[in-house]
C-alpha cells in the first residue's frame, strides 16, 4: 500500500508541474485541482506511516 501512495503522489506531483507548465501560471485551475488532490494523497500517506509507526512501537 506504501508504495502505491508513493507511486500516485509522484504521478501527481508530475502532473501538477506539466499543468503548471502548459498553462503558464501555478496558480491556473487545472493545476491548483491537481496540487489539492496530491494534498489528499500526502495526508494519507502520513497517516499510514503514523499507523505503521504506532503498530511498531506497540509490539
Do not use: C, P, W
Not at 22 to 46: A, M, W
Amino acid at each position: 500500500m506504501q508504495s502505491i501512495l508513493q507511486e500516485k503522489i509522484e504521478s501527481l506531483r508530475f502532473e501538477m508541474i506539466n499543468q503548471a507548465l502548459i498553462n503558464g501560471s501555478l496558480t491556473h485551475e487545472k493545476v491548483i485541482s491537481v496540487s489539492q488532490l496530491l494534498d489528499r494523497y500526502i495526508l494519507l500517506y502520513q497517516k499510514l506511516i503514523l499507523e505503521q509507526a504506532k503498530l511498531k512501537f506497540i509490539s
